[in-house]
């Protein structure tokens, strides 16, 4: 499933993918470079398993699958939305003094 080609691809799509989702979403998200890119790869799974759901792509390789450029910009603002959930919830209450 996995060959060199396929881990540049994803190196490539994920800095593409996850500087936009970065842009798009407005808001302070401070992330080191590949911390970016992880978000981005991350986004192209997300959004190969969308189109998996939503369009039926690649039925042999299954749910699990990287997607395109656009459905991995679209993978990463879900998932850069996702995280600022959950980091909501976990910082607590904020007391001021």
């Given at each position: 499933?996995?060959?060199?080609?396929?881990?540049?691809?994803?190196?490539?799509?994920?800095?593409?993918?996850?500087?936009?989702?970065?842009?798009?979403?407005?808001?302070?998200?401070?992330?080191?470079?590949?911390?970016?890119?992880?978000?981005?790869?991350?986004?192209?799974?997300?959004?190969?398993?969308?189109?998996?759901?939503?369009?039926?792509?690649?039925?042999?390789?299954?749910?699990?699958?990287?997607?395109?450029?656009i459905f991995?910009?679209?993978?990463?603002?879900?998932?850069?939305?996702?995280?600022?959930?959950?980091?909501?919830?976990?910082?607590?209450?904020?007391?001021?003094?």
């Open positions: 499933m996995f060959n060199f080609w396929t881990v540049v691809y994803l190196i490539v799509v994920g800095l593409i993918a996850g500087y936009l989702a970065r842009l798009l979403v407005k808001g302070s998200d401070p992330m080191a470079w590949w911390q970016t890119m992880l978000l981005g790869i991350v986004g192209s799974f997300i959004g190969g398993f969308g189109g998996y759901l939503l369009f039926g792509w690649d039925e042999d390789e299954g749910f699990f699958q990287p997607s395109g450029l991995s910009i679209l993978g990463a603002v879900v998932a850069l939305l996702l995280w600022r959930l959950v980091r909501s919830r976990t910082a607590g209450p904020q007391h001021r003094g």
